[in-house]
């Protein structure tokens, strides 16, 4: 079974070099402070059907249960893709749907890297993914005007599992990214 822990979801639209926050807002990149934009935050403490958003309104919610499991800082969120597992916003997907600059950051933790893992996405908008085979990498892609752009985290190879990650990617107008632990 493929398990992902993702202990952390942050949303931010603020792309501040050297320093990883996420979001999904209108901010000017590299504006100072990590919480500038920031829209959402989700420290999965909760061992409960809903995961509160510490600085906003969009709670996500389980859509069959999800387990608990220690994190990274403390609780995590353990998702089991082979029983439909997903933590999701119940219709309020267009309040983290982004036209701008965004980071979306997350600790995750996969229990198996020998097959495809779906992360987080918002269906035409971005997709995070560790593609497994050939690829074997974690992958982005954005998309935007009906066209999309995938990149690998080719630097930095491939993952191992059960191993923590920090993993950020978003886009800052111009160009997607990917970063990991750093």
Same mark, same amino acid.
């Given at each position: 079974l493929a398990?992902?822990?993702? +202990?952390?979801?942050e949303?931010?639209?603020?792309?501040?070099?050297?320093?990883i926050?996420?979001s999904?807002?209108?901010t000017t990149?590299? +504006?100072?402070?990590?919480l500038?934009?920031?829209?959402?935050y989700?420290?999965?403490e909760?061992n409960?059907?809903?995961?509160?958003?510490e600085?906003? *309104?969009?709670?996500?919610y389980e859509?069959?249960?999800v387990?608990?499991t220690?994190?990274?800082?403390?609780?995590?969120?353990?998702?089991? $893709?082979s029983?439909s597992?997903t933590?999701?916003?119940?219709?309020?997907?267009a309040?983290?749907n982004?036209?701008?600059n965004?980071?979306?950051?997350?600790?995750?933790?996969?229990?198996?890297?020998?097959s495809?893992?779906?992360?987080? $996405?918002?269906?035409?908008? @971005?997709?995070?993914q560790?593609?497994?085979?050939?690829?074997?990498?974690f992958?982005?892609?954005h998309?935007?005007?009906?066209?999309?752009?995938t990149?690998? +985290?080719?630097?930095f190879?491939? +993952? *191992?599992?059960?191993t923590w990650?920090?993993i950020a990617?978003? @886009?800052?107008?111009?160009?997607a990214?990917i970063k990991i632990?750093?």
């Open positions: 398990e992902t822990d993702v +202990a952390l979801l949303f931010n639209t603020s792309s501040l070099s050297g320093t926050s996420a999904l807002s209108t990149p590299g +504006a100072a402070g990590l500038n934009g920031l829209q959402a989700w420290d999965m909760e409960a059907t809903t995961r509160i958003d600085v906003g *309104s969009l709670s996500l859509q069959s249960p387990a608990s220690t994190g990274k800082n403390s609780n995590a969120a353990r998702i089991l $893709e029983v597992q933590l999701s916003t119940n219709g309020d997907a309040a983290i982004p036209s701008g965004y980071t979306i950051a997350a600790w995750v933790n996969l229990s198996d890297v020998s495809d893992v779906l992360i987080f $996405e918002r269906s035409n908008s @971005y997709k995070l560790y593609k497994s085979g050939a690829t074997d990498r992958q982005f892609t998309f935007q005007s009906g066209t999309s752009v990149i690998n +985290a080719d630097t190879g491939a +993952a *191992s599992s059960s990650y920090l990617v978003g @886009y800052d107008g111009t160009n990214w632990n750093n």
